[in-house]
Structure formats: structure tokens, C-alpha cells
């Protein structure tokens, strides 16, 4: 699809009411934000993300800090290219569409790579596939369930101890406090004393170098 078009055919608008935001407009409003899209560890969630047309300049902002500061150093690039992309979620009912944002974004994050390492590790692309798998889900950010009618379930990675990353899995209905008495269920307290909501996580992996993300073990 031309990134510049904002209906792919009639039938679905009738159908589904996909209607694309312009490129115009999707700058304007990230430049609302923009400096939390320059702050590479930033989280984002587009709950009907589409074709990625936010997430797509969203990480393209992101990569651009990225460049500036680590472009001399392919290990430091990488793993700030692969924290940035860590922090980019998208929902979308339609699996065309969830399956061309996930292309679109890799392809944003193989051009700013190649366009900066003649030397390119084959693994890192590998990682960069396996986070989107992960973060660009089919589903209904509604009815929180997914292309299977499962509860929609999110990674979230941190980097810890340099380039280990530490991978949590959560529910995405947890995540979403549905009033103020569940917001403090979890009857936690904070260090000034005060409830705070801290959702648990249904499953924890091992600590891993990020470039071994995708061999398996953490799928």
C-alpha cells in the first residue's frame, strides 16, 4: 500500500472502517510528543495500529537518536537500535495489515542498520523479527483478545547488565486498571507510603545476551 493513501478499497471502509492517518497528520501529532519520541526508551502502544503508520515514524525518530549518538560503534548501535524497537507495541484486527506493519517497521530498522555497517550479523536481524512477532499483534485491543480469542499477551524487555535482556510476559487486560479500587488491588506500597497498582507477570525468562533472543528458548 502507498504510504500516502489512507483507504486501501471502499469495501473495506464499509466492512471494517479502515481509514489510514495521513503522514502529515501523523507528524503533527507526534511532534505534540516529540520529545518522548526521541527518548529511545520511551514505551508506545497503538491499540489499532494498522499498517504502522505512527509506529513507523515513531521508530524512525527513535532510530535517528541512535545514529547520532552510537553510529561509530556497531555494539553500542545495536543494542540501543534493538532497546528502541523494544519499546514499540502495536494492535490491529486485520492480519494483512498487522503483517505489513511488522514489514514495514523491519524494513525502516534494516535501512538505518545497512545504512551504517558494511559488516551486517545476520543474528541481530534475526532478534529484530522476533521482538516484532512478539510486540505487533493480530487482535481486538476491545475485547483485549487476540486473532485466537486468547487474552492478548505483551513482552516487555529490559536491558539489565549491559546487553542482558531480561524478557517479562504480561496479559494486557492486567495492565489496564479498570477503576480506582482495582488500580490499588494489589496492595503495594510504594517508598512514600502509598498504594500502587504493580500487575504481575505470567511468565519470566532467564536472563540472555539480546543477540540470542531468537534461538528458541524464548519463545
Sequence with gaps: M????QVKTKQRVTDHGEVFTSS????AMLDLVNQETENINSTFLEPACGT?????EILRRKLTIVERRYSKNQVEFERYAIAALCSIYGVEK??????????RIFG???????????????????VAEFILRRNILCGDALSLQDSNKLPIVFSEWAFVMGSKIKRRDFIFEELIPKDAHSLFQSQEI???GNPVFIPRPIKEFPLIHFLNLADGVNE
Excluded: A, P, W
Aim: aromatic share 14%; glycine share 2%; hydrophobic share 30%.
Design 2 to 5: 502507498n504510504n500516502s493513501k
Design 24 to 27: 502529515k497528520e501523523v507528524n
Design 52 to 56: 504502522g503508520n505512527f509506529l513507523v
Design 94 to 103: 486485520m492480519e494483512d495489515n498487522t503483517k505489513e506493519c511488522r514489514q
Design 108 to 126: 525502516v530498522f534494516t535501512h538505518f542498520y545497512i545504512n551504517n555497517f558494511k559488516k551486517v550479523k545476520t543474528d541481530f536481524l534475526r
Design 190 to 192: 510504594s517508598d512514600e
